[in-house]
């Protein structure tokens, strides 16, 4: 598979395209403005403990406070808040290592309010972005995610991926692990880590103790809310957690970003160096790569698919409905069923880059085309699974029912790029309402009349939409525009602009500069 990475860096944002076989299938924002994301780290400060919620708002400096439950403050949180409490008054010879792991996990039924009081600070990373007119949403099991392994302070676990199966693999890194590993650390050992040599692992460990010390750090002279660590760049997230040999290129237009993500992959894998291209063409990146075009079709509710068959996506509030049609293709097959099992196959494989293009979290039910034999409808959905198996995002497929439909439950932690797609309609101000079309020629008339009798003007120009064009000059002698010319002895002349909306019109001058 042919992957590459499209960076298109803007002064306001950096826009980053994950393509497979020059198919787009992941699109990521980043605001340059924003400083909230995931897997950040903050010491923030509580504002209001919810017993009812057996939760609490914290305040991390976002406009809205952040939201952490109970269940999100981790079982070793007695230790970490023991920690930043003694390192908030200046205790500077308190280290992670000196602390005792065998001190009572929380409790799994307790209270939030036995743990934390109100205005006391409290470190807690990011989980999810603040979504809609959500906060963040916060934890306190803290871990620090590297290319080899996920660093998790105040345990002394080691985890390995169950995709990697060698028995000796698995002791050979464990090894490794325990050797470098201080005291009072754990780690997980991603799947990226099998095969690679001891001292590439070695680094990444002390690399992110490094950082996390580093946040530490940050207690002892900090006032919260303050940010302790920040998440990479998402470009440089997404080299870590995707880079492998079927990466091909990553072209970034800005020379900044360029260096930067050259300087990561030195570190992490300097065999890859090369695939890193700056781009340097007159055209637009997006529009170089074929981009552009494909994410108008995010926004789209229409989605085409091969030979006449189609999706319809439908958002609402509480879930997300996706109708699989097959269109012309019933009229062309005699076997109603395999004509059924191949557009459904077609509509999986789709649904399933939809699914991860738009980031569509939450519940999404698909209404695929009925299939009639058992056997069709498993076989659906293990090639939904497969297709599903790439997603990183946590989910979780249901077998179809009786009806034809398919449930899957999906993790959200960033908003959807859909969402932001939304503007105020300019023709109907966002009112779902319009002038009636009978009354327009009035209206326009009332304006004319300004201009001739009160401006004393004896030519004026209107840009209209070329059906209000036609039906301003229709007839001839007999047309309204013709009657206006007449009756205010005034020269009319209609400029045909097709971006207008049907009823919408604008007086301009001769440089097409709107009259007042």
Same mark, same amino acid.
């Given at each position: ?38 897997? %950040? ?58 602390? @005792? ?60 991926? !169950? ?19 201080? +005291? ?15 001292? %590439?692992?070695?680094? %990444? ?14 207690? +002892? ?18 080299? @870590? ?11 970034v237009n800005d020379e900044a970003i360029y260096e930067e993500i050259r300087e990561y992959i030195k570190v992490i894998a300097p065999e890859k160096l090369k695939i890193v291209k700056l781009y340097k063409g007159s055209q637009p990146i997006f529009d170089n790569f074929d981009i552009s075009r494909q994410i108008k079709s995010l926004f789209a509710k229409y989605v085409s698919l ?29 076997? !109603? ?160 602009? !097709? ?11 001769? @440089? ?5």
């Amino acid at each position: 598979m042919n992957r590459e990475l499209i960076i298109n860096v803007t002064p306001s944002e950096v826009t980053i395209a994950l393509v497979e076989d020059k198919q787009l299938v992941e699109l990521d924002k980043e605001s340059c403005k924003s400083g909230f994301a995931v897997g %950040d780290i903050y010491l923030g400060k509580v504002r209001k403990i919810m017993p009812g919620l057996n939760a609490a708002f914290v305040n991390i400096g976002h406009e809205k406070d952040a939201f952490i439950h109970y269940l999100d403050l981790g079982p070793q949180f007695p230790m970490l808040h023991k920690l930043v409490a003694n390192l908030s008054t200046k205790k500077k010879n308190v280290r992670i290592e000196s602390l @005792r792991l065998d001190q009572q996990p929380l409790e799994k039924n307790g209270k939030l309010s036995t743990q934390i009081a109100g205005g006391q600070p409290i470190m807690v990373q990011i989980a999810k972005e603040a979504i809609s007119t959500k906060g963040p949403r916060l934890t306190s099991d803290i871990s620090l995610a590297g290319r080899n392994v996920v660093l998790i302070p105040f345990t002394n676990k080691i985890s390995i991926s !169950q995709k990697i199966r060698s028995n000796e693999e698995k002791k050979r890194l464990k090894k490794i692990c325990d050797k470098v590993l201080p +005291k009072n650390y754990g780690v997980i050992i991603r799947t990226a880590a099998q095969g690679k040599s001891d001292v %590439d692992i070695e680094q %990444d460990i002390l690399s992110l103790i490094k950082r996390w010390e580093s946040a530490l750090e940050g207690i +002892k002279t900090k006032v919260p809310p303050v940010q302790l660590l920040s998440e990479m760049s998402r470009a440089n997230t997404i080299i @870590r957690d995707s880079l492998n040999s079927s990466f091909n290129a990553i072209h970034v237009n800005d020379e900044a970003i360029y260096e930067e993500i050259r300087e990561y992959i030195k570190v992490i894998a300097p065999e890859k160096l090369k695939i890193v291209k700056l781009y340097k063409g007159s055209q637009p990146i997006f529009d170089n790569f074929d981009i552009s075009r494909q994410i108008k079709s995010l926004f789209a509710k229409y989605v085409s698919l091969k030979r006449g068959a189609y999706l319809i996506i439908e958002h609402t509030e509480a879930l997300h409905v996706i109708d699989v049609n097959s269109g012309n293709r019933a009229k062309v097959a005699d076997d !109603q069923e395999s004509t059924a099992m191949d557009v459904n196959l077609s509509a999986a494989a789709e649904i399933a880059r939809q699914l991860r293009l738009r980031d569509m979290g939450g519940i999404v039910i698909i209404d695929f085309i009925d299939l009639h034999k058992a056997e069709n409808r498993q076989r659906l959905y293990e090639e939904m699974q497969k297709l599903m198996a790439g997603d990183k995002a946590k989910h979780t497929i249901l077998p179809l029912t009786k009806f034809g439909l398919m449930q899957i439950t999906r993790q959200r932690v960033r908003p959807e790029a859909i969402s932001k797609a939304e503007e105020t309609c300019p023709t109907c101000g966002g009112t779902g309402k319009i002038t009636p079309s009978l009354l327009i020629d009035k209206q326009m008339e009332n304006q004319i009349a300004y201009y001739a009798i009160e401006k004393h003007m004896r030519s004026l120009r209107i840009v209209v939409n070329p059906i209000l064009a036609a039906y301003l000059t229709k007839g001839g002698l007999w047309s309204i525009r013709r009657k206006w010319r007449r009756r205010y002895l005034c020269d009319i002349r209609l400029l045909v602009d !097709q971006s207008l909306g049907m009823v919408d019109f604008k007086f301009v001058d001769k @440089r097409r500069r709107t009259l007042a």
